[in-house]
């Protein structure tokens, strides 16, 4: 499109989670080492996410005439962003009679 690169997308997506029940060491008289089932727990979770994105992001910008609702096109010839300079002046003439031959401009005001 345009010849432009592509967009850049770059995501990252971490994860995780672990669990389970304590372990007692068997600390103090009379105590073996053992799990604490259905008494301790343990959990730890970790999520991460990473993402970049550039856009390349076209905008339209009209020209004072069209801002003021007149509104111009060529007539046999092919529309677009480069019929106009960059101070937003016609680059054909304008259209002499009702059945031109050459690519000239045409206007259409909104208002009347």
């Known amino acids: 499109m345009n010849n432009q690169a592509k967009e850049q997308f770059v995501q990252h997506i971490f994860g995780g989670s672990i669990g389970g029940p304590l372990f007692n060491p068997g600390f103090g008289e ?3 080492p053992r799990l604490l089932k259905d008494k301790a ?4 979770n970790l999520q991460m996410l990473r993402a970049y994105d550039s856009a390349i992001v076209t905008r339209t910008v009209y020209t004072e005439t069209a801002r ?4 111009r096109w060529i007539r046999n ?5 480069t019929v106009v ?3 937003g002046n016609p680059r054909f003439p304008t ?3 009702s059945t031109p031959t050459a690519p000239c401009v045409r206007a259409y005001s909104r208002m009347s």
Request: a negative charge; one cysteine or more; charged letters at 15%.
């Open 30 to 32: 009379d105590t073996k």
């Open 41 to 44: 727990f343990f959990f730890a």
């Open 68 to 71: 003021q609702g007149i509104f």
């Open 77 to 81: 010839g092919v529309n677009g962003t």
């Open 85 to 87: 300079d960059s101070n």
């Open 95 to 97: 259209c002499p009679g």
